[in-house]
């Protein structure tokens, strides 16, 4: 099993930016990668960024150039750093990770943005 914990989300207005984290704990050996995914309201859940074991990144097209996701391997951590938010980037945003015998989910963080 692997627990995630997520923390970083908010209101923030229209421009401004966030962080997310999201500390792995348990049996976090042989993860293939981790990321972040959100679920608007009425939406379903899409990825958002990923990273893998060797650091390689994937975006979402409507993220890129404005989020990066980052790991700390000594921290068993993720971040996303969202820049230049937009009110359409309002959602629940959830930490996954992927491992050999499949995925887990952290428990979601609310990112509200005001235009």
């Known amino acids: 099993q692997v627990q995630l914990v997520e923390s970083g989300g908010g209101l923030v207005q229209a421009g401004g930016s966030l962080r997310l984290s999201c500390a792995a704990s348990?049996?976090?050996?042989?993860?293939?990668?981790m990321g972040w995914y959100r679920q608007a309201p009425g939406k379903q859940r899409d990825l958002v960024a990923l990273?893998?074991?060797?650091?390689?990144?994937n975006y979402a097209d409507s993220v890129k150039g404005r989020f990066t996701v980052s790991r700390d391997n000594a921290k068993n951590t993720v971040y996303l750093q969202m820049n230049s938010l937009k009110p359409e980037d309002t959602a629940v945003y959830y930490c996954?990770?992927?491992?050999?015998?499949?995925?887990?989910w952290g428990q979601g963080t609310q990112v509200t943005v005001s235009s």
């Open positions: 990273i893998t074991s060797g650091s390689d990144t």
């Open positions: 348990g049996r976090i050996f042989d993860i293939n990668y």
């Open positions: 996954y990770v992927l491992k050999l015998e499949g995925g887990y």
